[in-house]
């Protein structure tokens, strides 16, 4: 397994949100397949920097590429690039330690933050920042999101979806347990959950999981705001037309959208919501590797069932787009890995030319993170938790990751 990072478990470490550490306990499955004979680990190696992808070709009967999907959706509208105007993926990459995203200054003084987006990541941002020092202080949130999030100016969250309740990509429990935060009320105005002919019809023949979704929108519409120092406004049907502002971010132009065959198509209507920070929550999407093909329209490796072509798979988000949780890619990986058995089987494969990975890596003075190195790095960051009683503290920068990663 190679890895750009010196340390393992992709988005599970970097994307899950801190205050899930149920779900990041995945991780445990995956240190039980690291244990198997035959697997190792290279971290701190990139592919296309430290080796090509003809190289993996060569040293390998077969190369299964997992690498996500690596960077953001757009808006494509004025003022994107304000300062002010973030994307999800990087706030999401600077709380929970992405050595690459460190830099990053979020100024969270203003009073209102805008969220755009109506999945799963947008909750989470949502939610991290309006969750009270206490929530924050038993994850392994940076130190430095804890502090910038404890001493924050925000009072409001809106979370803006551009279709309706019916229509929004998050799911039940995440809707649900915005309504027991400690700090945050939840408003949603019960105009904005009215639904017109199709989307009754749409609800009435939803999965039982958009059902509950509404549940939970028209439990939140029925309760008072109880005074909580902070509050999560959900808004239906609206884009976002521009972000205003002349040096930084002072508002957000929303424009009212209305569904015509499921698609959100805007209105004369428009209002002027004051912010000073947008988040972009709106999707990620894959980047290019050099020397693998890729589709530029879906953003993935072009492949079937995972089978690029003998010798050469996909799996994952690279493989079907940025959408599915941990769970999907199992099956999804499942898939990949039975047509790679089926080739190999066949006798399909590609005859490799040999040579070893670990050569041709210290002739480029690559200094890969081995898997004992993850381990050192992995102790040292729960060790600086445990007295504090949270599960790490994250090592987060290059150095410091690379220099604990060096036992062999
Ligand atoms: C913010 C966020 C929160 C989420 N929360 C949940 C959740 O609570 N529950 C849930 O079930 N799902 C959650 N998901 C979804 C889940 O994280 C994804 O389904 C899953 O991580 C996708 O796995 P992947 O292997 O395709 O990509 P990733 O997890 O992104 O792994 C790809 C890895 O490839 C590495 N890489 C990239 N390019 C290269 C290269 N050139 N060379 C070497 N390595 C490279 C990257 O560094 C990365 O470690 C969340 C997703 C996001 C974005
Ligand atoms: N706790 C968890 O289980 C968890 C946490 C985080 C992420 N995840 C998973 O990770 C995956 C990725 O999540 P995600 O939230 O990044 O993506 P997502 O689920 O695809 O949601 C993207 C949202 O952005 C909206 N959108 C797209 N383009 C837009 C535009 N131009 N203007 C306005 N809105 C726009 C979409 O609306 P439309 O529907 O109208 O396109 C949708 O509401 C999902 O499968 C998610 O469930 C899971």
Redesign the pocket.
């Given at each position: 397994m190679?890895?750009?990072?010196p340390t393992p478990w992709?988005?599970?470490r970097l994307?899950?949100?801190p205050d899930?550490p149920n779900?990041k306990a995945v991780s445990r499955a995956f240190e039980r397949i690291a244990q198997q004979p035959g697997f190792r680990f290279f971290g701190n190696?990139?592919?296309?920097r430290d080796v090509t992808a003809q190289e993996l070709r060569e040293l390998y009967d077969a190369v299964v590429y997992?690498?996500?999907?690596?960077t953001d959706r757009s808006l494509g509208i004025p003022g994107e690039e304000l300062a002010g105007s973030w994307a999800a993926t990087e706030f999401?990459a600077w709380y929970n330690g992405h050595p690459d995203f460190q830099h990053l200054e979020f100024d969270l003084s203003h009073e209102r933050a805008v969220v755009i987006g109506n999945g799963?990541?947008a909750l989470?941002v949502a939610r991290m920042l309006a969750l009270t020092p206490e929530e924050l202080a038993p994850t392994d949130t940076t130190d430095a999101a804890i502090k910038a999030i404890n001493e924050a100016g925000v009072r409001e969250i809106v979370v803006v979806g551009r279709r309706g309740p019916v229509q929004a990509a998050w799911t039940p429990v995440e809707v649900g347990e915005l309504g027991e935060l400690a700090g945050a009320d939840i408003l949603v105005d019960p105009a904005e959950l009215e639904l017109d002919e199709t989307s009754a019809a749409e609800l009435e023949a939803a999965p039982p999981t958009v059902k509950r979704n509404v549940e939970h929108l028209r439990d939140y519409a029925k309760r008072a705001p109880s005074g909580k120092p902070r509050a999560i406004r959900l808004r239906f049907l609206r884009s976002p037309a521009a972000i205003l502002g002349e040096e930084r971010v002072e508002g957000i132009e929303l424009v009212r959208n209305e569904l015509v065959g499921g698609r959100a198509v805007p209105t004369e209507e428009r209002e002027m919501i004051e912010c000073g920070i947008v988040f972009r929550s709106v999707g990620?999407q894959g980047v290019p590797?050099p020397g693998v093909p890729f589709d530029e329209r879906s953003r993935t490796i072009p492949n079937e069932g995972g089978r690029v072509e003998p010798g050469l798979y996909a799996a994952?988000?690279?493989k079907r787009g940025p959408s599915?949780?941990?769970?999907?890619?199992k099956k999804d990986a499942t898939e990949t890995v039975e047509l790679l058995l089926e080739d190999a089987r066949a006798g399909k494969l590609p005859p490799r030319t040999g040579g070893s990975l670990e050569e041709l890596l210290a002739g480029r003075g690559a200094e890969p993170v081995l898997y004992a190195g993850w381990e050192a790095i992995d102790r040292a960051e729960r060790a600086a938790g445990e007295p504090h009683g949270r599960p790490r503290v994250k090592l987060c920068s290059w150095d410091e990751l690379l220099a604990a990663g060096r036992a062999k």
């Open positions: 190679l890895e750009r990072l992709g988005l599970v994307g899950v949100a899930h779900i190696v990139e592919v296309g997992a690498v996500g999907a690596q999401v799963n990541v989470d990620y590797l994952g988000w690279i599915g949780v941990i769970g999907t890619n």
